[in-house]
T-cell receptor, first 113, second 111 residues
Framework: DVKVTQSSRYLVKRTGEKVFLECVQD?????MFWYRQDPGLGLRLIYF???????EKGDIPEGYSVSREKKERFSLILESASTNQTSMYLC????????????FGSGTRLTVV | QKEVEQDPGPLSVPEGAIVSLNCTYS??????FMWYRQYSRKGPELLMY????GNKEDGRFTAQVDKSSKYISLFIRDSQPSDSATYLC???????????FGRGTSLIVHP
């Protein structure tokens, strides 16, 4: 089975800090995604990547950036964390072809104080 | 109007009941239909994946797609307390890798 591993389950950061959320997948998938999930708002796509060094903005990229230097690793960066970025962050990867869904990581619950 | 509508619930049923979870959508270009299950404080996991209209069965779970009515359903037979979770539908156009998610329905199965 594909495994998507997010490095932290819970994080508490201060306003203004630079925050790195790491995601690693072990199935050589080209497509990787970062979502945030908030009550009442559902899943919202922040950024995605089709391949190494490629990135595309999702629906809510403001305040975030990403890095994909290696195929298996996709990092989400909060340049200057703010309290409205307190959320559950979910990483996902997807295999090739039309008949694949996402495999999600377990999520990182980030609290910005 | 949102592209995908899903009642947030919670839906509370007794153990052993048949559960019906539903999504409606407005985009006729959706061709791939998925259901994810998400336990509390965990990431969603893919439960069912169907293409176009029709039914697909996997154990106690049946996914049904009615493209003419723009309506998809997930049925759970003989529901168990371990089925208590949030269920999200996800729909995708043929030429896209990015699905549109429903906001999820919270299901509670009580013993």
């Amino acid at each position: 089975d594909v495994k998507v591993t997010q490095s932290s389950r819970y994080l508490v950061k201060r306003t203004g800090e630079k925050v790195f959320l790491e995601c690693v997948q072990d199935m050589d998938h080209e497509n990787m995604f970062w979502y945030r999930q908030d009550p009442g708002l559902g899943l919202r796509l922040i950024y995605f990547s089709y391949d190494v060094k490629m990135k595309e903005k999702g629906d809510i990229p403001e305040g975030y950036s990403v890095s994909r230097e290696k195929k298996e690793r996709f990092s989400l960066i909060l340049e200057s964390a703010s309290t409205n970025q307190t959320s559950m962050y979910l990483c996902a990867s997807r295999g090739p072809g039309p008949n694949y869904g996402y495999t999600f990581g377990s999520g990182t619950r980030l609290t910005v104080v | 109007q949102k592209e995908v509508e899903q009642d947030p619930g919670p839906l509370s049923v007794p153990e052993g009941a048949i559960v019906s979870l539903n999504c409606t959508y407005s985009n006729s270009a959706f061709q791939y239909f998925m259901w994810y299950r998400q336990y509390s404080r965990k990431g969603p996991e893919l439960l069912m994946y169907t293409y176009s209209s029709g039914n697909k069965e996997d154990g106690r779970f049946t996914a049904q797609v009615d493209k003419s009515s723009k309506y998809i359903s997930l049925f759970i037979r003989d529901s168990q307390p371990s089925d208590s979770a949030t269920y999200l539908c996800a729909l995708r156009e043929g030429g896209s890798y990015i699905p549109t998610f429903g906001r999820g329905t919270s299901l509670i199965v009580h013993p």
